[in-house]
């Protein structure tokens, strides 16, 4: 399976952003997807999951202005972001795994994509 995860960019605070992370190669709606983000000099960190059923979890920093999404007849998530600020700068990551357990974690997915920058200025 192979991860494309694009739609990054320099957006001012404030702005909104959409990233995207097309799937192939895999039956996608097998997967749980995650977003994962991780700034200079910081460890990777969880952002939002989207579960093969549908369900969403996000983490507190982005709770409320991030929404995470999926198509599975493109075999596409999306992470929908808005009031953006400098705090989320940071290259983004799609991933997916098949099993729930720790999803919130990085260890234990099971495909990565490349990463997307995103910068956000004041």
């Known amino acids: 399976v192979q991860l494309q995860a694009s739609g990054g960019g320099l957006v001012q605070a404030g702005d909104s952003l959409r990233l995207s992370c097309a799937a192939s190669g895999g039956t996608f709606n097998e997967y749980h997807m995650g977003w994962f983000r991780q700034a200079p000099g910081k460890e990777r960190e969880f952002v939002a999951v989207i579960t093969r059923g549908g369900n969403k979890y996000y983490a507190d920093s982005v709770k409320g202005r991030f929404t995470i999404s999926r198509d599975n007849a493109k075999n596409t998530s999306y992470l929908q972001m808005s009031s953006l600020k400098r705090e989320d700068t940071a290259v983004y990551y799609c991933?997916?795994?098949?099993?729930?357990?720790?999803?919130?974690?990085?260890?234990?997915?099971?495909?990565w994509g490349q990463g997307t920058l995103v910068t956000v200025s004041s």
């Open positions: 991933a997916i795994r098949t099993s729930i357990l720790g999803v919130t974690t990085p260890s234990g997915y099971d495909y």
